[in-house]
């Protein structure tokens, strides 16, 4: 399928990370706290893994982000590492901490207003996912907010597949930045919308995307009613 024969969808299933939130606005707070943590709790005593390689591992389980983070640490300290990172990304959203991308929060307005059902699917925990729409004011525009956390599935195309099902929804497109995202739209039947603005992924992550967007409010262009 081409950018033009898109067509507006009954439904738009965005990723969290990336997509809507810009991550690094809280992670670079957090991501010292949780390992300065670690090494106090005598968990982890390793010199902290650079804040990139935490940003690039953006969008998987976080099982997976913690053994490409630190992989010579040990489960307990992956378990540990899950409770505080959950821990200190609340404390610091509800300090006021945290951005989303230019244009979301307006974007997302226009959609609702024009009866596009939204929703999130991501792959981070269901308090994160719920938290970061809550203290930033754009909750009340989704449907659902679809976790990985909250659902216990193992791959985001299972997760947007429950979705779907859920809200036996006719059409949709799945919006997001990383490769699960461009499986996740591709095995389900859905157009997919590459997010090219944040940068965590490598570029190749968005082939098969069926259209690419720099910035967020291109979304409104794209696709005819």
């Not at 106090?40 to 976080?62: I, S, V």
Request: glycine share 10%.
């Amino acid at each position: 399928m081409v950018q033009s024969e898109l067509k507006q969808p009954e439904a738009m299933i965005f990723d969290m990370d990336g997509t809507l939130f810009q991550t690094e606005s809280l992670l670079e707070r957090v991501h010292e706290r949780l390992f300065a943590q670690l090494r106090a709790e005598g968990l982890y005593m390793q010199p902290t893994p650079p804040l990139e390689r935490l940003l690039g591992c953006l969008g998987m389980l976080l099982e997976d982000i913690w053994k490409q983070v630190m992989p010579d640490g040990s489960p307990e300290a992956h378990h540990r590492a899950d409770e505080l990172m959950l821990r200190y990304e609340l404390e610091d959203l509800q300090a006021g901490y945290g951005e989303l991308y230019p244009q979301v929060k307006e974007t997302l307005e226009t959609l609702h207003a024009r009866g596009v059902k939204l929703f999130v699917a991501s792959n981070g925990l269901e308090d994160y996912v719920k938290g970061v729409a809550q203290h930033l004011h754009i909750d009340h525009l989704f449907t659902g907010l679809y976790s990985a956390g909250e659902f216990g599935t193992a791959t985001k195309v299972e997760l947007v597949a429950k979705l779907l099902s859920d809200h036996q929804l006719q059409s949709a497109w799945m919006v997001g930045d990383r490769s699960s995202d461009v499986e996740a739209g591709a095995e389900n039947g859905l157009p997919v919308i590459g997010c090219q603005y944040a940068g965590f992924g490598r570029g190749e992550e968005l082939q098969g995307s069926t259209a690419l967007i720099a910035s967020f409010d291109e979304l409104l262009a794209l696709g005819s009613a």
